[in-house]
């Protein structure tokens, strides 16, 4: 009896030690701000900049009918962190890119930890990273694990865009079953670059045509595309590729201008009828 009745106020305990955690959670002096004490993931990511917290986004899906726009424009110099455990933004329905990261100017420091997926629907990129007139150059930033899927088969359907990124340690699968690119870099220097992609009609990782110099490419898986890299811009210069595996019909496509790539140890897979081609 004894044992039951001190196991049972134990339980009672955890109880309430469960409880006062979750409404801490929600607190307006939580340390963090929790997706989960909002009525959407936008107003989330609102009270999370306004407050100056971390964001955290629990394991489940989000759906959205609307972009999800960070514009971390009010903390430029210090950084917007998103705390993703496994959680799903469901953007299908967003009528546009399902993810938007992005500031008035110049930014430091975003940084996405832990797995964070996304899924997109659009003719155009899934998740977008800075403006497309490089009016917001993106710096230090990191990607520990996004997870892109843009199922839309449209022409130009693209799983991430980097418009303009600089010093990024970028760990990322980017898909698209349309004609896009997995992985579109329009302007970035001295980042590294981890993971896949693949564009069902399209280039896996496309380059430029913005400067696109001193950067690493490593352990990149890029298959299931026509082209695994599109390389068509004279803007690409001295970038390192530590090897990757391509398994295209065309693993590099390059035009007249195009400066030597700089690739140590491809690895090509059996899919490779032609491991560079000129355009």
Not at 136 to 164: E, M, W
Not at 250 to 258: F, P
Not at 261 to 279: E, F, I, K, P, Y
Request: hydrophobic residues 40%; contains cysteine.
């Amino acid at each position: 009896m004894v044992y039951l009745a001190v196991r049972a106020m134990l339980v009672a305990v955890a109880a309430l030690a469960s409880t006062s955690a979750l409404a801490a959670d929600c607190a307006a002096d939580a340390d963090e701000a929790n997706a989960k004490c909002y009525p959407t993931l936008q107003a989330a990511v609102d009270a999370a900049l306004s407050t100056d917290r971390p964001l955290i986004v629990p394991r489940g899906t989000y759906r959205i009918t609307a972009p999800l726009v960070i514009d971390y424009s009010r903390h430029a110099g210090t950084g917007f962190e998103l705390i993703s455990r496994g959680a799903t933004i469901d953007g299908t329905a967003a009528g546009g890119p399902a993810l938007i990261v992005e500031c008035a100017a110049d930014c430091f420091y975003f940084h996405q930890e832990g797995t964070l997926l996304v899924n997109g629907d659009t003719d155009g990129p899934a998740v977008v990273f800075g403006k497309a007139d490089f009016s917001d150059a993106q710096n230090s930033g990191k990607l520990d694990h996004l997870i892109v899927n843009n199922r839309s088969a449209s022409p130009n359907a693209t799983g991430c865009l980097f418009n303009y990124v600089l010093n990024w340690d970028i760990n990322a699968v980017c898909v698209s079953a349309g004609g896009g690119s997995g992985i579109d870099f329009e302007q970035m220097q001295f980042s590294t670059v981890r993971g896949a992609a693949s564009a069902t009609a399209g280039a896996a990782i496309t380059l430029g045509p913005g400067y696109i110099f001193a950067n690493t490419f490593e352990g990149l898986d890029l298959e299931a595309s026509p082209v695994c890299i599109s390389d068509m811009y004279d803007k690409t210069t001295n970038n390192t590729w530590n090897s990757p595996y391509l398994n295209c019909p065309t693993g590099l496509i390059y035009g007249s201008k195009t400066s030597v790539l700089g690739v140590n140890n491809w690895q090509l897979g059996s899919d490779v009828r032609a491991s560079s081609q000129m355009r």
